[in-house]
């Protein structure tokens, strides 16, 4: 049984050490025999380096590497004099440091290819080796995060803008050099601007949300079957249950993540970690940088409906720079949100946005009870308790504990919003663990929230200063509960009293 490459990003290091590789090199194939200047935006931990470390083994012309992939008969292996660049080792502390660590990060690749870089300024350094590379053939130039000291200072606006300005006159090395090069493959987390880092590189194609190129990153449901059969087969039987039942939970927990609006993939990382420890966690997330988050969702006071109510366009991505792009921009692109869906607004098309699985569902809802709701360790750990409410079926303990959750949140961060009250309980319920859907679509209108759980149905409908009668009618009157025939169905009207800031009346029924 081939071993998980948990963390490991070297295209070499997988084969020879006998990791599993999931093949992606049709995908370079296509690249390479389809154009020069590329660009590819995805989260964290997608496999992006590894894609780099494959493009840079590739035209090194290393072809034992590749026997049995789809590459390895189609692709001629000759020897490109290559520049790979991480930004993820540049200083962005400040504008100067960022300047050096540019001309280092020139002066170490020119050392690897056995080049002396004699220039000090970072664009006339990149300018320089280029231009002696280019006399052994034209260049390869691979390029991995390459808004790192964007990023790294996303909440301080101004050293972000400095930054970005840096990095402009960086790359447009880039295309001062077009005669020299053979093929340019730039990754990131955020797509670009018009007016941005690459606006003078105009003839770079984002292929970010390029139906064609939408699973290359991430492992489809029948890569996943096809090259961890033995792992799967091996927790199903740690589980104690069947392959079907195994890859049913893990879609749930792991897939989701979409960036055509149409094909889903899984994380790489938390598949691996998953087979590793089998266990069912939440890996990616907590692989991340919560403090960060913590921060940016506390600034902008996030609320689910906010998130997800309104659909996008794929301009909205290359309007505003990141460090100005709104909430629902912004945690797309870093993959705590996802493509859902299409709506097609004659021939043009914006994309429907929600969480993309369970583990992100979880995990982001949690950390927004803290960020935005003030909430410490204590009433983070009483929310499990909604979780046995829901597993015993006592509903009215359920909304009891949701009452005790809701008087903890401090008087002035209430709001006298219908919709924030929907937020506030979706995110309880979701941090719980349960799976929950806020404004679940049916042909006759959206319900407030759905619990799934255990073929039983939970519908909630509610109002804020009207009475939980109101919301009962509603569902009744819209009939949310026919799309669910054959479950357990429970009906709960809620009404929500604005001055004391909490559940003040419910029924419930059962269908």
């Known amino acids: ?22 093949d992606k090199t049709k995908y370079l194939y296509d690249l390479i025999n389809s154009g020069k200047f590329y660009f590819m935006s995805r989260p964290r931990r997608f496999g992006k380096s590894l894609t780099v470390s494959t493009f840079y083994y590739l035209f090194k012309g290393e072809k034992e590497l590749f026997k049995d992939t789809y590459i390895y008969d189609k692709w001629d292996f000759k020897e490109y004099p290559i520049i790979r660049l991480n930004l993820l080792k540049a200083k962005s502390e400040n504008t100067e440091k960022l300047k050096e660590s540019l001309t280092k990060i020139i002066i170490q690749e020119g050392k690897r290819n056995g080049i002396n870089i004699e220039e000090t300024d970072y664009a006339f350094a990149f300018d320089e080796l280029i231009m002696k590379l280019s006399e052994k053939g034209k260049v390869v130039i691979l390029v991995d995060e390459y808004e790192k000291p964007i990023l790294d200072n996303i909440n301080k606006k101004e050293k972000a803008e400095s930054n970005r300005e840096i990095l402009r006159d960086f790359y447009t090395t880039i295309k001062a050099n077009d005669e020299h090069i053979r093929f340019v493959f730039i990754t990131g987390i955020t797509k670009f601007t018009k007016t941005g880092v690459f606006s003078a590189l105009n003839n770079l194609n984002d292929i970010s949300l390029d139906t ?27 589980f104690g249950i069947t392959k079907k039942e195994l890859l049913e939970e893990m879609k749930r927990y792991y897939n989701g993540f979409s960036f055509d609006g149409e094909h889903t993939v899984y994380n790489p990382y938390s598949i691996l970690r ?5 266990e069912f966690q939440n890996f990616w997330f907590e692989s991340g940088s919560p403090s960060f988050l913590y921060e940016y969702i506390k600034g902008k006071k996030i609320e689910y409906e906010d998130l997800v109510k309104t659909p996008v366009s794929a301009e909205d991505f290359s309007t505003r720079e990141i460090e100005d792009a709104k909430a629902n921009i912004f945690f797309t692109q ?35 009870l803290e960020a935005n709701y003030g909430f410490n360790d204590e009433e983070i750990n009483r929310v499990s308790e909604i979780y046995l409410k829901i597993e015993e079926n006592d509903i009215k303990g359920l909304i009891e504990e949701i009452k005790k959750i ?24 979701a941090s719980a663990g349960i799976d929950v859907k806020a404004e679940e679509l049916t042909n006759l209108g959206r319900s407030d929230l759905v619990i799934d759980f255990d073929d039983r149905i939970y519908l909630f409908e509610i109002k804020l200063d009207q009475s939980s009668d109101e919301a009962l009618k509603q569902i009744k ?23 004391k800031r909490n559940i003040e009346e419910y029924i419930i029924e059962k269908l």
């Open 1 to 22: 049984m081939k071993k998980l490459p948990v963390g490991i990003a070297d295209y070499k290091e997988i084969i020879e050490e006998n990791y599993i590789y999931v």
């Open 274 to 278: 998953f087979f590793s420890e089998k």
């Open 334 to 368: 870093a993959g705590y949100l996802t493509f859902k869906g299409i709506k097609k607004y004659g021939l043009k098309k914006k994309y429907i946005l929600d969480y993309p699985n369970f583990e992100v569902k979880n995990s982001f809802s949690t950390l927004i």
């Open 406 to 429: 809701i008087s903890a949140v401090p008087y002035n961060l209430h709001k006298k919003e219908e919709k924030y009250y929907h937020s506030l309980i979706f995110t309880i319920i």
């Open 477 to 499: 009157e819209m009939k949310y509960y026919e799309k669910y025939s054959g479950k357990e169905i429970y009906l709960i009207g809620m009404n929500i009293n604005s001055e």
């Open 212 to 238: 064609a190129y939408s699973q290359m990153f991430g492992y489809t449901q029948e890569e996943l079957e096809y090259y961890f059969k033995e792992h799967i087969e091996k927790t199903a039987k740690k």
